[in-house]
C-alpha cells in the first residue's frame, strides 16, 4: 500500500511534491488535476510508484516531463475507467420512464455523455434509444479526456466474461429484448451492432479545461464528479448548465448532486433518488 | 486527543455492529466511520433501523461531506470511503481492493493520512483479509489500533490477518469493544 520512500515521518514531503507534479503536469500537458480529490491522487499517485518501482514522486515528475509516454501511463491510473452497461438498472428504469416521453416531444435531440470511459455506457444508452424508436431521431456525443478507453469505446468490442453481469444489469433496467439483440459473439468477445456506434460521435474533451456543447438535450456524467472537489464540481455543472437548452435534462451518478451548490435553485429535480434534473425555463 | 474511530466489518460484521454502535452515547465526542462489506444491497433499510437504535445519528457518508460528531457514517455500497485532509468524504469507484468495495483498507489508510495519531482503528469479524494493512497504516502513523479477538469472532479470519500484520493494542471480545472505545475517547479529554 503506501510506497516505501513514504510513511508517517515524512508526509509533508509526500505532500508538497504530490502538488509540484500536478503543477508539472498542466504546464506541461494541460492536464488539469489540481481540483481533484486528493486522497484520490495521492492514492493512485502511490500506487503507480509501487507497479513502476519509482522510488519517489520527483522522480516520476522528471521522467514524466520528458516523455509523453510516461506521462499517458499515469493518466491511465489517475483516469479511473471502471465502468459497466446498465450500471444502476433503477437510473435506466426512470430513464425510460421519465425521461424517454420529454425526448419523443422533439423531433431531433441531441444528447451528450461526458466521461464515457470504455463506452459501456453509451452503448446501454443506445440500446435504449433504439428500443424507444428514438435512435434515428438524435445524435449521441461520447466524451473522455482519455484517448485510450476513447478508442475502446469506438470498437465497441467487449469480453465476454462480463456479459452476464451486463445481460442482468439489462434485465433488471427494464430491457424489452435480449442484449443478445444488440452484439454478435466472436472468440472470446462481443461486439456491438455498428447500427449502434454509427449513431455515437466520440471524441476527446476535458470537463476541467475545454468549452461547452451547444444546445444538448439531455447530458449524462455519471461517476465523474465524485472525483473532484466541490469548487470543481461546481464549475463543471455551470458547463452542462449552459451547455443544455432550456428544459434539458442533467442526469449524475447515484452519490453525485447539485444539492449545495449555487446551480440548486437553476434545476427541477425529477428523480431525487436516481439524481435527474431538468433545466428550468429562465 | 483522539478525533475518529474507523471500524470494518464483514461476515457477521450486521450483528457484531448491532451490538456495538448502540452503546455509544449521545454526546459521544467522536466520529464513528463504518466500512460494513454487504455486496452490491441498497442499505437503506438497514441504516434506518440502525438510526432507530443508535442514541448517535446513523447515516451514509456522502461525497464532500464534512465529517461531523455525533453521527455514526456507513460506506455506501459500491463506493470506496476515504477521508480528505480536509476532513470531509470522498468516494470512488476504483477497482475493488480483496474483492471489495468499499474496501476497509482503503477507508484506513486514507483515514491515517488525516487523523495520524489521533484515530482509533478497529477489525471485526468477517471471512476474508481486508483491513489487516490499512490497521497497520494506522499503527504507523501513531494511531491506536484494536480487533474483536479471533476466537470470538464468527468469522476469525479478518480480525485474525490484522492481528498478524498489524500487531493491535487490543483483542477484545465483542461485548467489551465499545466499553473500551469510549473509556479510551474519554481518557484523553
Ligand atoms: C469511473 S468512469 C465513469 C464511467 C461511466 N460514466 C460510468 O458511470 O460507468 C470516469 C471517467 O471519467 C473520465 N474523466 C475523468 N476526469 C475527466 C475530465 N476532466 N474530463 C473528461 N473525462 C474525465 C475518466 O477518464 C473515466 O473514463
Known amino acids: 500500500m503506501t510506497q516505501d520512500a513514504y510513511n508517517e515521518s515524512n508526509t ?8 509540484l507534479l500536478m503543477e508539472a503536469i498542466y504546464l506541461r500537458y494541460g492536464y488539469d488535476f489540481r ?3 486528493k486522497t484520490h491522487i495521492k492514492r493512485r499517485v502511490l500506487h503507480h510508484l509501487g507497479i513502476n518501482m519509482l522510488s519517489s514522486i520527483t522522480q516520476l515528475q522528471d521522467r514524466i516531463l520528458r516523455d509523453r509516454a510516461v506521462f499517458n501511463g499515469l493518466l491511465d491510473d489517475l483516469s479511473i475507467n ?3 452497461m446498465f450500471r444502476d438498472p433503477e437510473f435506466y428504469k426512470s430513464l425510460r420512464e421519465k425521461i424517454i416521453p420529454k425526448l419523443r416531444t422533439y423531433a431531433y435531440f441531441k444528447i451528450w455523455q461526458a466521461g464515457c470511459s470504455t463506452g459501456e455506457e453509451v452503448y446501454s444508452i443506445a440500446i435504449l434509444l433504439k428500443e424507444e424508436g428514438l435512435l434515428d431521431r438524435c445524435q449521441v456525443y461520447a466524451t473522455d479526456f482519455n484517448r485510450k478507453v476513447l478508442e475502446i469505446a469506438k470498437e465497441g468490442v467487449y469480453q465476454k466474461s462480463e456479459i452476464e453481469q451486463f445481460e442482468r444489469n439489462y434485465e433488471l433496467s427494464g430491457g424489452k429484448n435480449k442484449l443478445s439483440d444488440y452484439y454478435k459473439s466472436r472468440y472470446g468477445s ?3 451492432n455498428r447500427e449502434l456506434s454509427n449513431k455515437i460521435v466520440f471524441a476527446d474533451h476535458n470537463l476541467v479545461t475545454d468549452k461547452v456543447f451547444a444546445d444538448v438535450n439531455l447530458i449524462l456524467c455519471r461517476n465523474v464528479l465524485i472525483y473532484f472537489e466541490k469548487s470543481l464540481q461546481e464549475n463543471v455543472i455551470g458547463l452542462f448548465y449552459d451547455s443544455l437548452v432550456p428544459s434539458g435534462i442533467l442526469c449524475l451518478g447515484t452519490k453525485e448532486s447539485i444539492k449545495f451548490s449555487r446551480y440548486e435553485h437553476l434545476f427541477d429535480v425529477v428523480d431525487e433518488k436516481q439524481k435527474i434534473y431538468k433545466k428550468k425555463i429562465m | 486527543m483522539y478525533k475518529a474511530i474507523v471500524m470494518g466489518a464483514s461476515y457477521g460484521g450486521l450483528e457484531a455492529l448491532k ?4 452503546q455509544f452515547p449521545a454526546g459521544f465526542p467522536v466520529p464513528v466511520i463504518v466500512v460494513l462489506h454487504i455486496g452490491d444491497h441498497d442499505n437503506e433499510i438497514f441504516l ?4 432507530e437504535m443508535c442514541p448517535l445519528q446513523v447515516k451514509e457518508a456522502e461525497s464532500n461531506e464534512p465529517i461531523r460528531k455525533g453521527f455514526i457514517y456507513f460506506a455506501p ?7 480528505e485532509a480536509d476532513f470531509t468524504f470522498s468516494l470512488t469507484t476504483d477497482e475493488k481492493h480483496n474483492y471489495s468495495r468499499p474496501s476497509i483498507d482503503v477507508l484506513f489508510e486514507s483515514a491515517a493520512w488525516a487523523y495520524t495519531k489521533n484515530l482509533i482503528g478497529v477489525v471485526l469479524t468477517g ?3 481486508d483491513g489487516a494493512l490499512g490497521l497497520k497504516t494506522i499503527k504507523d502513523y501513531g494511531g491506536m489500533t484494536m480487533i474483536q479477538s479471533p476466537c470470538s469472532a464468527l468469522s476469525p479470519a479478518m480480525p485474525g490477518a490484522a492481528l498478524k500484520i498489524a500487531h493491535p493494542e487490543f483483542s477484545l471480545k465483542l461485548e467489551g469493544i465499545a466499553d473500551k472505545l469510549i473509556e479510551l475517547v474519554n481518557s484523553d479529554r
Not at chain 2, 451490538?19 to 448502540?22: E, G, H, T
Request: without cysteine; hydrophobic residues 45%.
Open chain 1, 12 to 19: 509533508d514531503l509526500l505532500n508538497i511534491e504530490l502538488q
Open chain 1, 35 to 37: 481540483n481533484y480529490s
Open chain 1, 82 to 84: 471502471v465502468t459497466e
Open chain 1, 190 to 192: 462481443v461486439i456491438f
Open chain 2, 19 to 22: 451490538i456495538i454502535l448502540p
Open chain 2, 48 to 51: 434506518g433501523y440502525m438510526n
Open chain 2, 77 to 83: 455500497p459500491n463506493y470506496h470511503l476515504l477521508i
Open chain 2, 127 to 129: 471471512a476474508n483479509s
